[in-house]
């Protein structure tokens, strides 16, 4: 076996168990969780998938109407505790992942993941 196989071989293995600690996280334990949650929410995906409708229209075409209804179901989507645990989950599992990121862009000397995020909130 030669130096640079194992080498490929402890990479590998160090992102297996990088990957095994994510997932065994209670972080990202949380974020799944609330994602199935507002998987069978019915109300708060209905919620979710009006807003977003709505937020694509109003990229399309500005509409002051549009803009109050957009509002409304912001609102209401700030007072559904499914979508604001989905939300807060969400937002530790990007800060943890962040934070990973900054370790190991630190220690290998450049950016590791050029960036993170994502949502559906």
Do not use: P, W
Request: hydrophobic share 30%; charged share 35%; glycine share 4%.
């Amino acid at each position: 076996m030669s130096g640079l196989q194992a080498s490929e071989e402890d990479v590998e293995e160090q992102l297996r168990t990088f990957m095994e600690t994510l997932t065994d996280s209670e972080i990202y334990r949380e974020f799944v969780d609330a994602s199935e949650a507002l998987d069978e929410d019915s109300e708060a995906s209905a919620l979710l998938r009006e807003f977003q409708e709505k937020q694509q229209r109003m990229q399309r075409d500005f509409d002051q109407s549009l803009m109050s209804e957009l509002q409304e179901l912001q609102s209401e989507m700030d007072d559904n505790e499914t979508i604001q645990r989905h939300r807060e989950a969400q937002e530790a599992l990007v800060e943890l992942l962040q934070e990973t990121n900054d370790v190991i862009s630190e220690q290998i000397g450049r950016e590791f993941a050029q960036s993170t995020g994502g949502g559906c909130c």
